[in-house]
């Protein structure tokens, strides 16, 4: 059975910094492209970032580029995203996902889903 979990949510004020975690178990191998989603209140999940399975191909949303570094570790099967600049409309449920396809950045791409953490940057 997959399990995601993300971990590292809270509250931040503007411009402050937070670090999401996403453990994976029982993922049958490495070849999954490891991915972070957010959904705010009122709102559809929308893609934030993503690391490819193939390990050389990072791909971000407009909004979070140059704020948000994606990454991931194989060998201890967790994804991360750190959060810097934080801006009042980050504030959202952040979910982490796993996927198949090799750049995905859909919600339809992604097979397994966290149950999201909640994140809140207050101004």
């Known amino acids: 059975q997959v399990q995601l979990v993300e971990s590292g949510g809270g509250l931040v004020q503007v411009g402050g910094s937070l670090r999401l975690s996403c453990a994976a178990s029982?993922?049958?191998?490495?070849?999954?492209?490891m991915g972070w989603f957010r959904q705010a209140p009122g709102k559809e999940r929308e893609f934030v970032a993503a690391f490819s399975w193939s390990g050389d191909r990072t791909y971000y949303t407009d909004s979070v580029k140059g704020r948000f570094t994606i990454s991931r570790d194989n060998a201890k099967n967790t994804a991360n995203l750190q959060m810097n600049s934080l801006k009042p409309e980050d504030t959202a449920v952040y979910y982490c996902?796993?996927?198949?396809?090799?750049?995905?950045?859909?919600?339809?791409?992604?097979?397994?889903w966290g149950q999201g953490t909640q994140v809140t940057v207050s101004s």
């Open positions: 996902a796993a996927g198949r396809h090799i750049s995905a950045r859909t919600v339809g791409q992604y097979a397994y």
């Open positions: 029982g993922l049958p191998d490495s070849t999954y492209t």
